[in-house]
């Protein structure tokens, strides 16, 4: 009889582990071979795993991103074009590491010099585009340092465009994931972070990306690798599958394979545990809210869905939503006037909430309107 019971229990439990989603354990820190390292979810900025977040290290080229999130933001408000031409001065010229040669007063496109700091990582030319947006280094590099603060990057200070190794230019592995994060909203970008071989000069300059993930990891999308003495190893790297967009930073590696190894186990782990969907506005969030004083009495709805929900493998049947909606609103009413929200938690945690939005917008009753929809209403009657 004991047996029995003993033999109900066993599968009765082998039944529960059935049914429950398939997870990957925990990552571990041994697994990441690297001293500081993040993995940021992009859409939402969630962390899914840190490792030394906040110690200030060196970057090296991973420099280069921000370099290219002002580039980007000069040619998105129309400041510079791709097919301006940029003249390499002395300075940049000069500049030694990674390059394509830059000889003084040699001109390339906008384009051109964006290839060859993406894919090549090229030094001389992230100068050049420096000095071609604001006039000189010292001017892009206060651009820089500014734009790091008003993204909170506190952990970061720069004191050159390109990365190359001098005293206080340091940041941390999360102050790259915000700017990684930053640069990818421009589109852009990927035009330059995915393309694996190009050519300059006439196709006299080979360029071959420093991104060797390109070649061996699925849903890669970029960004930007990082060698020098002091900083070791790094790469921030972007990959996206079924809605997921992960960046990936390992800062400090002792090799270069250990770097994109570590990567590789960031983005694996983040695709393996975690999903996005979308949710499912409850009914309710939808219904007319009365308006006071108004010209009409009520005002339609709308929710304002901005972006998907991260969630763990699995538990999209468990997200709850909660609506919240004002019982009247006092005319008058504005178009897109947030009436209510919609709030959507995951055991018990918010994991993202969505406004409620009057559809259209509702005048005041005054003795004008009154009077005009009186004399309206008589001409319709004779």
């Not at 129309?78 to 394509?100: E, F, N, W």
């Not at 590789?264 to 999903?275: E, I, V």
Request: aromatic letters at 6%; one cysteine or more.
């Amino acid at each position: 009889m004991k047996l029995k019971k003993l033999a109900a229990c066993f599968l009765a439990v082998m039944l529960i582990i059935a049914v429950l989603p398939l997870r990957a354990a925990a990552l571990t820190d041994a697994e990441v071979k690297a001293p500081a390292a993040v993995l940021m979810e992009a859409q939402t900025g969630k962390l899914l795993y840190e490792k030394n977040p906040h110690e200030k290290r060196a970057c090296a080229s991973i420099t280069k991103v921000m370099t290219l999130l002002l580039v980007m933001e000069a040619l998105d408000s129309g400041k510079i074009k791709l097919t301006d031409r940029v003249t390499a001065s002395d300075h940049a010229a000069s500049m030694g590491g990674s390059d394509i040669w830059l000889k003084p007063g040699e001109t390339m496109t906008v384009n051109d010099m964006l290839k060859a700091t993406v894919i090549a990582s090229a030094n001389d030319a992230a100068v050049a585009l420096a000095e071609y947006v604001a006039g000189s280094e010292e001017s892009f590099l206060q651009q820089m340092n500014e734009k790091a603060a008003a993204l909170c990057m506190k952990d970061t200070t720069f004191k050159n465009c390109n990365g190359l190794d001098e005293d206080g230019h340091l940041t941390s592995a999360y102050d790259v994931a915000v700017m990684s994060r930053e640069l990818i909203k421009h589109k852009k970008i990927f035009d330059y972070t995915k393309t694996w071989i190009d050519y300059l000069r006439d196709g006299k300059t080979q360029l071959v990306n420093t991104n060797k993930l390109l070649k061996s990891y699925n849903g890669i999308t970029g960004l930007k690798t990082g060698t020098t003495g002091k900083a070791g190893s790094c790469i921030t790297a972007t990959a996206q599958r079924d809605g997921v967009q992960l960046i990936a930073v390992v800062l400090g590696s002792p090799s270069t394979k250990d770097r994109f190894s570590a990567a590789r186990t960031l983005l694996d782990y983040g695709f393996a545990n975690w999903s996005v969907t979308t949710p499912v506005i409850p009914k309710e969030a939808l219904v007319p809210v009365r308006v006071k004083n108004g010209m009409r009495d009520t005002v339609e709805t709308s929710v304002s869905q901005n972006g998907s929900i991260l969630i763990p493998k699995g538990k999209a049947k468990d997200i709850q939503y909660k609506v919240t909606l004002q019982e009247n609103v006092t005319a008058p009413v504005t178009k897109g006037q947030i009436v209510g929200k919609v709030t959507c938690t995951l055991s018990g945690e918010v994991v993202r909430e969505y406004s409620i939005c009057a559809k259209t917008g509702v005048e005041p009753i005054t003795f004008q309107s009154v009077f005009y929809l009186l004399a309206k209403h008589l001409l319709k009657m004779n």
